[in-house]
């Protein structure tokens, strides 16, 4: 699928070993080992409903290729991204027919799939390794000598030192090397082809040179979204022409920052959104949006406030780019730095009235309907209205999202002088499923309450019946 095609889609971010089992059974699942947990290509297929029936379209899973084997000083590769054979599926998650079957099933849905990549590296559990164990190639030469990266100022040494520690080095491929350009260019095509992906996520894209991106990606034929891990907007926007699309990580940064307490600054999130719809090769848009994710600690290790918590996931579905949630956020996972933040989902038991299980159903049917409302609805950049440290009125028509980070206890009001309405157009909270009227300047002013956000849209464009299977 094409970069448009992945625009509308809303995407659920899942660790294969950790979200579901082949035989639907709940082993326990003990985080801090660092072991592999049994979650398999089968368990996702068992558990598609669960994903599509919270309103997601596509699902990203971890990396599919065969990984070292046994415990290392890190743990074991549960996570897939210590590939060591790239010709060959990780039998931990199941066979050739398992992952076909996966890309089967959510094509039978109207569902995509993702592929996460990894062409940087391979691991090893020795250093110097052992070059010999990998597959295809196999020669020291295949790789950039030995050094650790120490220096993230100095790109030379950031594309062609290596990641990892002396537990797990991740082996820099050389990828100046034409050999070595040529073998990934067919391999990404033969594996989007043989397990039938709809896009592609690359993993550690800031640490090979700019240029081996563009072949790669069009050898892959599908959308591509590249993990560029900096929070600076400018050294982000340097890979936009690169690859079609990036996570959002300047934004994800300000974003934990302004609804971590109640002291934080919305004005912050509002200014670094600014910067970025300028300095991307195609503003915001071809950005994925996200909270959580594997990296990085779970918000609510450091912030449970729900009403602060309900704010920050909301952004991700209202801004410009495509929204990415992070299996187990929906359920109210509080794991922090990696490992922890990778708990088994059985865990969970799945339920689906859960408070945060409903606000992520609940945001998609509004971007769902926004999409459906507007043909330009996609194309319109959000502009914000009214902007303070701890309150913020986000316009992108049709919709009007008002956040706060008061917190539980704080009754917040907004008042935004034209949000693109029409005079006393009828208006509803989706989130509460509140109706009320844009005053005659097609201005909102309303009062929230416990500190909890709104995501408004015209009454003509929600589907109410929404409302009653809340109840
Ligand atoms: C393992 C163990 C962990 C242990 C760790 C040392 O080793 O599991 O318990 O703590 C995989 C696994 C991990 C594993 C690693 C290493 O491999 O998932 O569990 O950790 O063996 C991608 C993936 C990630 C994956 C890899 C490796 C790469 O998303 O899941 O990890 O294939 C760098 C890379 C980035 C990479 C990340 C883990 O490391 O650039 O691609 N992610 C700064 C640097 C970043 C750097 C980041 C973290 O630190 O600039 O380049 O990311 O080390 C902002 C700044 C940023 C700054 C951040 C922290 O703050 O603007 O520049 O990032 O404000
Ligand atoms: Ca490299």
């Known amino acids: ?122 691991a090893a559990d020795t250093l110097p390794p052992n070059y010999a164990s990998f597959t295809p190639f196999d020669n020291q030469s295949d790789f950039h000598p030995f050094c650790w990266i120490t220096d993230y100022n100095n790109q030379t040494n950031v594309e062609q030192c290596w990641l990892g520690d002396t537990n797990v080095p991740l082996v820099d491929n050389n990828t100046e090397d ?22 592609v996520r ?26 560029v891990l900096s929070g600076d907007v400018q050294y982000v926007a340097n890979y936009t022409g690169y690859v079609d699309s990036v996570l959002d990580y300047p934004t994800y940064y300000p974003l934990v920052r302004a609804f971590n307490g109640t002291s934080g600054n919305l004005t912050e999130l509002a200014e670094t959104v600014k910067q970025s719809q300028k300095a991307y090769r195609l503003g915001e848009f071809m950005t994925g949006s996200f909270l959580e994710n594997a990296d990085n600690p779970r918000f609510q290790s450091f912030e449970t406030d729900q009403a602060l918590v309900k704010n920050a996931m909301t952004w991700p579905f209202i801004q410009d780019g495509i929204p990415i949630l992070y299996y187990g956020q929906e359920q109210g996972y509080t794991g922090g730095n990696d490992p922890y933040n990778r708990e088994a989902l059985w865990l969970s038991g799945y339920v689906m009235d859960k408070p945060l299980v409903i606000h992520v159903r609940t945001l998609n049917a509004a971007r769902k309907a926004a999409i459906d409302a507007s043909s330009d ?31 539980s206890g704080s009754t917040p009001a907004w008042s935004v002088a034209d949000a693109n309405y029409s005079a006393g157009e009828a208006l509803i909270d989706v989130l509460t499923c509140d109706e009320f009227k844009a005053d005659k300047n097609g201005g909102v002013s309303v009062q929230g309450e416990n500190g909890m956000p709104k995501v408004v849209l015209p009454v ?5 019946t929404y409302c009653n299977h809340l109840l």
Not at 203 to 214: E, G, S
């Open 202 to 227: 690359i993993d550690t894209v800031k640490h090979i040179r700019k240029d081996f991106w563009p072949a790669f990606v069009a050898a892959a034929g599908v959308f591509s979204i590249g993990e």
């Open 1 to 122: 699928a094409s970069a448009e095609n992945w625009q509308t889609r809303s995407i659920y971010q899942l660790v294969t070993d950790r979200f579901a089992t082949s035989d639907g059974s709940a082993p326990p699942c003990d985080t801090g080992e660092r072991k592999y947990c049994n979650g398999t290509w089968q368990g996702v297929i068992n558990q598609l409903s669960y994903i599509q029936d919270m309103g997601f379209d596509a699902i990203w899973i971890s990396p599919v290729v065969a990984n070292l084997e046994g415990d290392t000083g890190d743990g074991e590769a549960y996570h897939g991204y210590w590939a060591v054979d790239q010709n060959t599926l990780n039998s931990h998650f199941g066979t050739d027919g398992d992952l076909q079957l996966l890309a089967e099933t959510l094509h039978q849905r109207g569902m995509y799939l993702m592929l996460d990549v990894v062409v940087n590296h391979m």
């Open 460 to 464: 003509s464009v929600f589907n109410s």
């Open 178 to 199: 034409d050999d070595i350009v040529e073998f990934f260019n067919d391999w990404i095509k033969n594996l989007v082809n043989m397990y039938n992906a709809d896009g």
């Open 377 to 407: 609805y996609l194309n319109t950049a959000v502009e914000f209205a009214s902007v303070s440290e701890s309150s913020l009125a986000v316009v992108k028509s049709p919709m009007l999202t008002l956040l706060t980070n008061g917190g």
